[in-house]
């Protein structure tokens, strides 16, 4: 996965219904980001928010099945769909529309409404896998989202992983973050681009019923660090500073650029 600890620091309000500052002044649990000297946003700490992924449906029918729930929505034009383990789970082509909505609430589910149905949901939940000293490093110098434009890159990435990982105490795969001997392992690893890439991750293996992905990751980075968030990937992915993604047996990614 593309970590439970590393991708756990999150924005509540999300643009789309309006600017992203307006949206996180919308929601009480949205701190406004703190900022660094050199004038970078950073994202304040996790908190639970229902996410939600739409495809074939626009902005103002998902904002219609939110009613009067505050909610925040972003759309995104698909560039490519990219398998790295197993088949993907949906089928998109390029230039298709994708929405992700946001609400502190359950969105409940509509029977035979296709047209505003989401294709995977998730709930983000607080760090894991991390030692005080981690997170302490995360919080300060965690990048926050991006603004919309063709310049900002998103990725989403939903994951699986194998029962044999399941079945581990938490204690040993707590191991697998951290490193081991000569392996950098995944939060070190992850810890190299905080500042660059903005990361958020979605919990779905105990909160919705599916077997397609235990986690949905999210990312969202300046069109100029697209050489850095791919470095990202190939060392997370590499067994030889990660060992942990040899439990990994369904990815795949969604490349998009950030609309509105």
Not at 120 to 139: C, I, S
Not at 145 to 164: F, M, N, Q, W
Not at 179 to 206: E, S
Request: with cysteine.
């Amino acid at each position: 996965m593309l970590r439970s600890c590393w991708l756990g620091i999150v924005v509540v309000g999300l643009i789309g219904c309006g600017t992203s500052e307006e949206a996180l002044k919308e929601s009480a649990a949205s701190p406004k980001p703190a900022t660094k000297a050199e004038g970078i946003p950073v994202a304040p700490e996790s908190a639970w928010t229902w996410g939600y992924f739409f495809t074939g449906t626009d902005k103002a029918a998902v904002s219609k099945r939110f009613a009067e729930r505050k909610h925040a929505v972003n759309t995104y034009r698909v560039d490519k769909v990219v398998p790295v383990t197993g088949e993907p789970g949906i089928k998109l082509a390029a230039g298709d529309s994708f929405l992700r909505a946001e609400s502190a609430v359950r969105l409940p589910a509509v029977e035979g409404d296709k047209a505003a149905s989401p294709f995977m949901f998730g709930v983000p939940q607080h760090l894991e896998y991390t030692t005080k000293p981690q997170r302490d490093d995360l919080n300060k110098r965690s990048r926050a989202e991006l603004p919309a434009g063709k310049e900002t890159i998103t990725v989403v990435i939903p994951i699986r992983k194998s029962a044999a990982w399941w079945a581990l105490p938490t204690d040993e795969r707590n191991a697998y973050f951290q490193k081991m001997a000569d392996k950098k392992g995944h939060t070190a690893i992850g810890a190299d681009y905080v500042d660059r890439i903005y990361r958020k991750l979605y919990h779905t293996r105990y909160a919705v019923e599916t077997r397609d992905h235990d986690f949905i990751t999210y990312f969202e980075f300046d069109r100029k660090h697209e050489a850095d968030f791919k470095s990202l990937l190939k060392a997370l992915r590499d067994p030889e500073q990660n060992p942990e993604w040899k439990y990994v047996d369904r990815e795949y990614e969604i490349w998009l650029t950030k609309v509105e």
